[in-house]
């Protein structure tokens, strides 16, 4: 499940991408198969890494993988990176996790070059709002989310930093139903027939790509939208 859609990210031959804040790596997975340059994933959980890296080699080995990739750890708020050395940033659910948020978006556009583009996406405010209301587990963990943006604040947020905001989308509203089902059960009651079920049929809409479920999400995504996807450009 990709919250950035790559044609918006205008992925082209031989660029260097980071997806900063990669976890298990699903979208430097996917941005891997076309690009030819470098991909970068970016992550502070060693085993994330390590998930991302497993699949990565997998997925060299049946030449699924156009140009090379490299794993690195650290901070978001500090990246270890040059000036203006990407072409591309994604920063997917990241976020509403990270106290110092403002210091996270200065650090991608510094790494960012002029005219590059940095794709972000945070949880939707009222998709949010309601796991909060069902659930405290679903924020009061560990490492877990802080915050809730409100459409306006995320955008300030970008905004503040020059960009040039040219999209805006709304993602995986079935997904919403799922977490909402998740805190009435239980975010660790794994067993719990109603989202173990309906965990399945997200699966089978995932690999099926059905038509009529992606009709159903699109008109879904209008009302209670999972993620809001951002894309800005730098000056």
């Given amino acids: 499940m990709l919250n950035v859609d790559l044609d918006l990210l205008e992925i082209r031959d031989n660029e260097f991408v980071l997806d900063a804040g990669c976890g298990p790596g699903r979208h430097i997975w996917q941005v891997s198969k076309v690009n030819r340059g470098v991909s970068v994933a970016f992550d502070l959980d060693i085993p994330s890494l390590q998930q991302a890296k497993y699949m990565l080699e997998q997925m060299e080995q049946r030449s699924e993988t156009l140009g090379s990739w490299h794993l690195v750890s650290g901070s978001v708020t500090s990246l270890p990176f040059a000036d203006e050395l990407f072409h591309k940033v994604i920063c997917s659910e990241v976020l509403e996790h990270i106290p110092r948020d403002y210091e996270a978006v200065s650090e991608f556009i510094r790494v960012l070059k002029p005219g590059g ?3 972000v996406s945070v949880p939707s405010h009222f998709a949010e ?11 009061n963990t560990p490492g877990g989310h802080i915050r809730i943006y409100k459409h306006q604040e995320i ?9 040039d905001i040219y999209a805006v989308r709304y993602k995986h509203a079935l997904h919403s ?10 975010l660790k009651n794994e067993k719990a027939f109603i989202p173990s079920t ?9 690999y099926s790509g059905h038509k009529y479920t992606h009709w159903i999400e699109n008109g879904l995504n209008h009302l209670f939208p999972k993620s ?5 450009r730098k000056p």
């Fill in 177 to 186: 139903i799922y977490w909402w089902s998740k805190g009435i059960f239980g």
């Fill in 129 to 139: 709002s309601v796991c909060w209301k069902i659930s405290d587990d679903y924020h």
């Fill in 228 to 232: 809001t996807v951002i894309y800005c």
């Fill in 155 to 163: 955008l300030d947020l970008l905004r503040k930093h020059d960009l």
């Fill in 117 to 119: 583009i940095l794709a």
């Fill in 198 to 206: 309906y965990y399945k049929f997200l699966v089978w809409d995932i």
